[in-house]
């Protein structure tokens, strides 16, 4: 029944929004940053995931209940598709991840910079960890940076997306 359920939401709201099936395909044709193949970190990086398809099969898992909501934000808000992609490399899609200095969730927002995002914690609440929260307030991050460099695409560099 679940299945189901789930194949008439697919259908009838995802798949019109973008006329596509495949989320994938949806991120590859909106993908707009300029990079070179030829580098030596992106060459490494791809031999790791060719040489690893478990790896991204667990990542496309840990994503996919996630990753729909993130791409129609970047979408909705005109900004690059590929920072829905950010949470594979900060968290690998997994809301309780927790680095060593204290950053959680999927975008790794450390206390402060939650707590200046009006993302609340308590003892059985962390807002670092709410999807929706944090995404929301990842991208009105990114509205605010990408407003004072309009003109500068490199913005995104603060994420060391495909940068130095």
Partial sequence: MKKYIACIFVSFFIIPIYGQEDLWDVIRENS???????RSEIQKALKIYQNNQYLVDRLS?????????MVDETLKRDMPV?????????????PYAQSPAGASGIWQFILSTAREQGLKRNWWYDGRRDIIASTNSIFVIFD??????KENNEVWSTFKILSE
Avoid at 32 to 38: D, G, I, K, R
Avoid at 61 to 69: A, F, I, M, T, V
Wanted: net charge neutral.
């Fill in 144 to 149: 605010v940076r990408n407003a004072k460099n």
């Fill in 82 to 94: 590929e920072l829905a992609l950010l949470p594979f490399v900060e968290s690998q899609f997994d």
């Fill in 32 to 38: 707009n940053f300029q990079y070179s193949a030829e």
């Fill in 61 to 69: 898992k840990n994503g996919q209940r996630y990753l729909y909501h």
